[in-house]
């Protein structure tokens, strides 16, 4: 089996659903990957597969030295605490250390933080599911030489992988996607309880669509939850809202005014906190026209 990554010492930090798919592909790549995680039990399963364990971010920013760490997080305050905070990975970086920002964060945070350290933002779209066979897109913002020394990571846990120009760039990139995931979802979910509400099978109109110009991996994937009702998360709706909101925030930075990104916002407000169902799967959105 190829190790491409043999050689390399990788630090990782968050192992969530996404975080420990992608450690493990950077360690079956042949990585001596060094992890951190704020609950114990997700960094015990890395160390049962062979990783190493860190007792704490600086110590494992001195592990790695000069090389690369990876960071899987959900949100911007989290990112800043864990790399810049009191007990930081800061207090431990080695000045040509390269930070890897796998999720999703705010855009003019992103920046910043790229004036601090050697950084690429490189949010990622494919889900659990692309996380898992390691085929998932990769949107990276940063130099061309840190885009070049983060390639041989990306390549071991993604297919589709696109340099978009300087830092930030691939959060810019992920906030448009995600505005398209977000209200595709809605109208997916529109569109088949219509059809239920009709007297017509969604299963079928679904089957039917697949086939036409309305055909998305949403509906294919999405589509199918909402017909058998199976919201258990994979993408919580938690992370749909923080990405909406991000997005909304950057819209109204550049001046775009878009009264269905304003819509979709209330949608996702109205799903995450007045019904309290932010724990369910994003595609849980559809309960809100039940």
Not at 33 to 46: F, M
């Amino acid at each position: 089996m190829s190790k491409p990554l043999s050689g390399y010492k990788i630090g990782f930090v968050g192992l969530g659903n996404m975080g420990r798919a992608n450690a493990r592909h950077l360690h079956e790549a042949g990585a001596d990957v060094v992890v951190w995680n704020r609950s114990a039990a997700p960094a015990e399963a890395a160390v049962a597969l062979g990783m190493r364990r860190a007792a704490s971010l600086p110590e494992l920013a001195r592990e790695i030295g000069p090389g690369i760490i990876c960071i899987n997080l959900t949100m911007t305050d989290v990112v800043e605490a864990v790399v810049f905070g009191p007990g930081g990975l800061i207090e431990g970086l080695h000045p040509d250390a390269l930070i890897i920002d796998f999720g999703t964060t705010g855009v003019p945070e992103t920046k910043k933080f790229g004036e601090r350290v050697h950084w690429v933002d490189s949010p990622v779209s494919g889900g659990q599911v692309g996380a898992e066979a390691g085929t998932l897109t990769i949107m990276a913002g940063g130099s061309s030489e840190n885009f070049q020394r983060a390639l041989p990571i990306f390549q071991a846990v993604g297919k589709n992988i696109t340099h978009l120009g300087p830092v930030g760039s691939g959060q810019v990139t992920k906030l448009a996607n995600q505005l398209i995931v977000a209200q595709t979802i809605d109208a997916v979910a529109q569109a088949l309880r219509l059809a239920e509400l009709s007297g017509v099978d969604p299963a079928l109109v679904r089957k039917a669509l697949l086939g036409g110009f309305a055909e998305s991996r949403i509906l294919d994937l999405h589509g199918d939850r909402m017909v058998r009702r199976d919201f258990a998360p994979g993408g919580r709706a938690t992370l749909q809202l923080k990405d909406v909101r991000l997005m909304s925030q950057l819209a109204d930075s550049v001046g775009l005014d878009s009264p269905t990104l304003k819509n979709s916002l209330a949608q996702w407000e109205k799903f995450v906190h007045e019904k309290h169902l932010g724990d369910l799967d994003h595609s849980g959105l559809f309960r809100l026209y039940e």
